[in-house]
């Protein structure tokens, strides 16, 4: 075999790799938009009195939330071509139907690879304080960015070729135009976007809500039990957490250490603090803790009663004598616990359409 004929072999060889190697080419899209001829309403969803005046709306002058704005955020939140190789979305690890989280321990990201903490759920972001577990970002527009960014979650670390792809689908140019007055794409314009889709899913028609207005008459009487020991103060102080005026999060601080280990692999927001998450559809949402450690309520529960450890940065509610508090439930107590988490399931926030998937 002559040089001629090597260097023709070489080149050729070159080419199948370069091509089997260009994003475009690892997953194709072939996805038809479909979006309804009138906007969904995206603006005008209401806060219930029980909760909206302990609320404090995070959204910037800058960016208003829009119907058109939500519309493109929601094509943004749901299409692959986001991610550099075109194989996962924000969606991929946001189910709706789980309440916005994924039902996995560890998400998986554009190359395969695990990430190294739980998915969070989505929902009522308008009103949070900090995003993350190690609440990292206090900003929802630059939150949106973290994930495309990130090497193991969506890898579309330069934000000039995340302009390219959206740029080259025709879908887009109406949208953008609609929103912004003009065809361009800024990595900015994709942020305010993502940004208001995810500042309207707000999710307040569960049973507890309902039951407010009528005393809880609607519940059980487990479920009556669940909620008197949830805000006890001195039996479980599941409460002082999440606070049901908040949206089930916590109100004055955001953060805590709750006894998961003595020694922390990850360290969270520092000493293993994590993030207090909002308890809304939380039946929906496992693996729960920022490890996803816990598959079950049940788990969850059985921590608390009997398995925080006394770590020195452990939050003071959940301190007794200077020591891990123990709640000493019964069985009949914790089913109780359980069925009132159960009442904070909204099921029209996970099958309404405005916030379901638009590609078909």
């Not at 004055?252 to 909002?278: C, M, T």
């Not at 816990?294 to 003071?316: A, C, F, K, R």
Request: charged residues 20%; negative net charge.
């Amino acid at each position: 075999m002559n040089r001629l004929t090597l260097l023709i072999l070489f080149l050729m060889v070159s080419l199948l790799v370069i091509q089997s190697c260009t994003d475009e080419s690892v997953v194709p899209v072939e996805r038809q938009l479909n979006l309804p001829p009138v906007e969904f309403d995206y603006s005008t969803n209401a806060v219930p009195n029980h909760v909206a005046n302990n609320l404090s709306d995070n959204t910037p002058p800058f960016n208003q939330l829009t119907d058109a704005g939500a519309t493109l955020g929601r094509v943004l939140f749901y299409d692959t071509r986001l991610s550099k190789n075109n194989s996962v979305a924000c969606a991929s690890c946001h189910h709706q139907e789980k309440g916005f989280a994924d039902g996995q321990t560890f998400s998986t990201g554009f190359e395969g690879v695990k990430t190294t903490r739980n998915s969070m759920a989505i929902s009522n972001l308008k009103f949070q304080k900090s995003f993350f577990w190690d609440t990292s970002s206090s900003e929802l527009e630059d939150q949106v960015l973290a994930p495309l960014k990130n090497h193991i979650e969506m890898g579309m670390e330069n934000m000039d070729y995340l302009v390219t792809k959206i740029e080259a689908s025709d879908y887009y140019d109406e949208l953008f135009e609609t929103v912004y007055g003009s065809k361009e794409v800024t990595p900015t314009r994709v942020s305010n976007a993502l940004a208001q889709f995810m500042r309207s899913m707000v999710s307040y028609e569960s049973k507890y809500d309902q039951g407010v207005e009528s005393n809880f008459s609607n519940f059980s009487g487990l479920e009556k039990m669940g909620m008197n020991l949830f805000l006890d103060h001195s039996r479980t102080a599941c409460g002082d957490c999440h606070n049901p005026q908040s949206n089930f999060a916590a109100t004055w601080r955001d953060h805590a250490n709750i006894g998961l280990d003595l020694v922390y692999e990850d360290e969270g927001a520092g000493s293993g603090q994590f993030k207090i998450p909002s308890l809304r559809n939380i039946a929906l949402t496992g693996p729960y803790m920022h490890d996803g450690r816990y598959n079950t309520l049940e788990e969850v529960i059985e921590h608390y009663n009997s398995g925080i450890q006394n770590h020195p940065s452990l939050d003071w509610s959940l301190r007794d004598g200077g020591g891990a508090k123990k709640m000493n439930l019964n069985d009949l107590e914790k089913q109780a616990l359980i069925a009132f988490l159960h009442t904070l399931t909204d099921d029209s926030f996970t099958s309404d359409e405005k916030f379901s998937n638009p590609f078909r």
